[in-house]
């Protein structure tokens, strides 16, 4: 039997990719902020890179000659990006594509010719100032290099000539539940995987409202109305055709961030992550798709079975819920062995519901506020109940470390 294929995988936190990795068929060799223990349970061949992202360059160099992928939040570094594709072959988006991805004006652009719904933005220079018209509406302050909400929030109202908007744009604020999109770009096809609700930290968490907690899914016609659905299609597919005019690729899994008007079922565009997102493995866990076989597959224009399952997709039809949520820290502490106390928890008949608990840290990290600890991971009959018992499996979880601490 043949070794299995190496495949480099570079972000800040590359466990769930990995995993996905292993599944498709590959060897992972990884580059990763954090070495976390079941990453490193994974696979052999785990850098940790303390200095992120200045040492990723000279680590890459001792790895195997073979494709590399990247997670988040990487697509936020195109120039290193493209010196990395020099030194290996990249299945990913190149800096072409993530120039246009990442570009909030173009995305709003290209969403108005083709008549779909947008929120308006403003990207502040010398010729565009934020001026008064801002206080028209609600608006949000987002960084240009965002990655899982971090630094975004909310502009008060009156403070758009006193605000500091270096490196920042803004977009007017949708309400409405949050949701991912999750695509495969395959030569002239852009096929819409799924999608799911995505979690934020909530009114708790001290001006990080808006971060990235958690995916709960995959939505089906039950859950949200059968025309988000074609609403999600569409927007992607115009977004490629755009590219596609422009003589620019658009290859493997990327996600498409949302908002689901509450009052009209509109969806309302926030920003595109060009790669391997955080709800991939949601997928691999309900229908055990190897889709990171597909993305390379689909980066290398080979063919897979990818295009024949998702061309008729159905998404009708019914599934058990599944979820995932990061823990943050509420204090600075040095971590524990998670894994016992993720055994002990009992609230609300967690201990039945909790299945699994992921990028579990090295012991005695130290571990600061607000970063996270591991990610908690479930299956559950609804939504309701699956959020319910992350959320409980969390605070149970904090109070067990608090304990430990004390």
């Excluded at 987002?142 to 977009?171: C, E, F, H, M, W």
């Excluded at 299609?233 to 590219?243: E, N, P, Q, S, Y």
Aim: contains cysteine; glycine residues 6%.
């Amino acid at each position: 039997m043949l070794d299995p294929e190496p495949l480099i995988i570079i972000g800040s936190s590359v466990r769930a990719a990995a995993q996905s990795a292993v599944h498709a068929g590959f060897r992972p060799w990884c580059i990763d902020q954090f070495g976390d223990r079941d990453l490193t349970a994974i696979s052999p061949n785990v850098h940790t890179v303390r200095d992120w992202p200045n040492e990723i360059e000279s680590v890459i160099q001792s790895s195997p000659q073979a494709d590399w992928v990247y997670t988040g939040a990487l697509e936020n570094r195109p120039v290193l990006i493209e010196r990395l594709s020099q030194l290996r072959p990249l299945c990913g988006c190149n800096l072409e594509t993530l120039s246009r991805l990442r570009d909030p004006l173009w995305i709003v652009d290209t969403l108005t010719k083709a008549s779909l719904p947008c929120l308006p933005v403003i990207v502040p220079d010398s010729d565009n100032p934020v001026s008064s018209s801002t206080e028209s509406g609600e608006w949000v302050i987002k960084p240009l290099a965002s990655a899982a909400g971090i630094g975004v929030r909310d502009l008060s109202a009156g403070s758009a000539g006193t605000t500091s908007l270096d490196g920042n744009y803004l977009q007017q604020k949708a309400r409405g539940r949050v949701i991912s999109g999750l695509y495969l770009a395959v030569e002239d096809s852009t096929l819409l995987i799924g999608l799911c609700e995505q979690l934020c930290r909530g009114d708790d968490a001290d001006g990080l409202h808006y971060v990235y907690s958690g995916s709960v899914g995959p939505l089906n016609t039950g859950d949200v109305p059968v025309g988000v659905f074609e609403q999600a299609r569409k927007i992607a597919l115009a977004i490629a055709a755009r590219l596609r005019a422009e003589h620019i690729p658009l290859r493997g899994l990327i996600g498409i961030d949302f908002v689901l008007d509450a009052e009209t079922d509109e969806l309302w565009t926030l920003e595109i992550n060009p790669r391997y997102t955080a709800s991939v493995e949601i997928y691999e866990r309900v229908f055990s798709w190897p889709l990171m076989q597909w993305h390379v597959a689909a980066c290398r224009g080979q063919d897979s079975n990818a295009v024949e399952l998702l061309d008729s997709r159905s998404f009708n039809g019914e599934w058990q819920v599944h979820g995932k949520l990061i823990v943050y820290a509420e204090r600075d502490f040095a971590a524990p062995d998670i894994v016992p106390l993720v055994e002990r928890l009992s609230a609300n008949g967690v201990k039945e519901s909790i299945i699994d608990v992921a990028d579990i840290p090295q012991l005695k990290t130290p571990i600061r506020k607000d970063e996270p600890i591991c990610t908690l991971l479930t299956a559950q009959e609804n939504f309701a109940t699956c959020r319910a018992m992350l959320t409980a499996g969390a605070h149970e979880l904090l109070s067990l470390i608090h304990e430990l601490a004390e």
